[in-house]
């Protein structure tokens, strides 16, 4: 099926909207950028981190980064700043760090 | 033709013999006076088995309205009825209902709102609803109410409008009394409405879909309002179209307003609902003492058919309208608000004059009525027009 484009959005007309409001698809909130909601930002120190992963497992937005089962990165287009990921860390290896002018893109 | 058979019955139990042939996938019920025994009518034909409808008894009107949403987006024909007190416990799913551009038919009784308590007829119950979206048609009488309700189903779910609809009768007087009404067999009413087939049906899982999404922080939801507004405004070409085939199909004539003397009327009254009949008997009999009085019946009220009033009220020489709800603080009732606003373009100002009447059941009797045409004729003759909203028959 071909992926609804809403790539133009800003630019449909009142008759280009779904009746409704009705998004008709599936599959499509990965392109929803929640993260423009976060206040203050994840960083995780590699040093402390003992690659346990209790923060993938508890963070609701699916927003940590893992490969060959280790955490790399966050994925600050969803992520919005609850911190649960540094609550949950056993050894304090992660700090939660306002966002300032330093903003990092999200899009 | 249809098969169609005479019968006494009250407003209410033709209202759920109406839907009961109309054969809605769900109905959401509870119960409020005077509403209460249309749901009760139609929970037996549930357990009668001679309608195949999931029956959800739910906890409150506002509960009932959200079943009805679910239901709907989920991609089934939904009805529900409700009355008063109960239809504003609903009011942001009916919001919400028309926003998500849903064809649920409701069947209302109009009643009083609280305080003081009151169980009787006015419309203050949907005068207080006229704004939320949905398509609204009143009844004078129960053979209306039965029509109406059949004809909803058709206006709402028509592809040009896909918006809910609501029926409303007058409480006790058109709920309660029995009336003599003209029923159509099971199968003309079945092939009149027709197969649904929702736009976006939430069970249809080779397709998902989301209802109920998010439009704000810049997001189009101006767009979606206005889609509403155009949406209403095709509904009154459909509202015709399906008057005109139902009324060819039943020998009953469907207009957003019904006329009775206007041709060469002096001085008319413009009323909704059950007070037409009275307000027609008074007219004919001032007819006989030379008084060229003349009636318009406003049947539907949403879209509000303004371009029809004023077609009809050319040439007239004083209105009043009648109005059995209050807008407190305003020029007048809704009904006057829009009357008076239709004629502001027209080539013709008559005098308009607003009486609020009959709330809470208060009577409306004939020499009230009576009175009001007098009035109209004193205006008429260059009498100055009583000066703000005249509360007919007050002490």
């Known amino acids: 099926m071909k992926k609804w484009d809403i790539s133009q959005i800003n630019e449909w007309k009142t008759d280009d909207f779904p009746l409704g409001a009705v998004i008709p698809q599936s599959g499509n909130s990965c392109d929803y950028a929640t993260g423009g909601w976060r206040s203050d930002r994840p960083e995780r120190n590699d040093d402390k981190c003992t690659q346990c992963l209790m923060c993938w497992i508890m963070c609701p937005d699916s927003a940590i980064n893992v490969a060959d089962e280790k955490v790399t990165t966050f994925n600050l287009k969803h992520c919005k700043g609850c911190g649960i990921c540094a609550k949950v860390c056993p050894v304090d290896a992660i700090d ?12 | 033709m249809p098969t169609q058979k005479t019968i006494a019955a009250t407003g209410n139990t033709v209202v759920a013999e109406a839907m009961r042939q109309c054969a809605p996938d769900v109905m959401a019920a509870y119960p409020i006076t005077p509403q209460t ?5 139609f929970a037996a034909f549930v357990a009668k088995g001679r309608v195949h409808t999931e029956y959800i008894t739910v906890e409150s009107e506002h509960s009932a309205m959200s079943a009805c949403v679910g239901a709907s987006a989920a991609g089934a024909r939904v009805m529900t009825a409700t009355s008063s007190q109960g239809l504003a416990l609903m009011w942001e799913e009916l919001h919400i209902a028309s926003g998500m551009r849903l064809p649920i038919v409701m069947a209302n009784a109009n009643r009083a709102l609280s305080a003081p308590i009151n169980i009787h007829c006015d419309h203050s119950d949907i005068m207080g609803a006229r704004d939320t979206g949905w398509v609204t048609l009143f009844a004078e009488t129960a053979q209306e109410a039965y029509d109406n309700t059949i004809m909803s189903i058709r206006i709402a779910e028509h592809p040009d409008v896909l918006l809910p609809t609501m029926s409303c009768l007058d409480g006790f007087i058109t709920t309660h009394s029995i009336d003599r009404v003209q029923v159509m067999d099971d199968e003309s009413v079945a092939a009149f409405v027709g197969e649904y087939t929702p736009a976006n049906p939430l069970l249809d899982l080779e397709n998902p879909v989301t209802h109920g999404s998010f439009a704000g922080l810049g997001g189009p939801f101006f767009e979606f309002k206005k889609a509403q507004r155009e949406a209403i405004e095709r509904s009154r070409k459909v509202i015709d179209e399906v008057g005109a085939e139902f009324a060819e199909l039943s020998g009953r004539p469907f207009g957003k307003i019904e006329t009775w003397g206007m041709e060469d009327a002096d001085v008319a009254i413009v009323v909704i609902g059950s007070t037409a009949g009275n307000v027609r008997h008074v007219a004919r009999g001032l007819r006989d003492q030379g008084i060229k009085a003349g009636v318009v019946k406003v049947r539907c009220f949403r879209p509000f058919p303004f371009a029809e009033i004023v077609e009809a009220l050319l040439g007239v020489q004083a209105v009043a309208v009648l109005d059995r709800a209050e807008s407190f603080g305003a020029e007048g009732g809704p009904l006057f608000l829009e009357v008076r606003s239709a004629l502001y373009d027209s080539e013709e100002r008559m005098p308009v ?27 008429a003759a260059g009498v100055e027009a009583p000066a703000g909203l005249v509360y007919l028959g007050s002490r």
Do not use: A, Q, R, W
């Not at chain 1, 939660?96 to 893109?105: I, K, Q, R």
């Not at chain 2, 208060?362 to 004729?377: A, R, W």
């Open chain 2, 37 to 41: 025994t249309i749901v009760e009518e």
């Open chain 2, 353 to 379: 004059i607003n009486y609020i009447y009959g709330l809470g059941g208060s009577d409306v009797k004939l020499e009230l009525i009576e009175s009001v045409y007098k009035d109209l004729s004193d205006v």
């Open chain 1, 96 to 107: 939660m760090v306002p966002e300032g002018c330093d903003l990092p893109e999200v899009k």
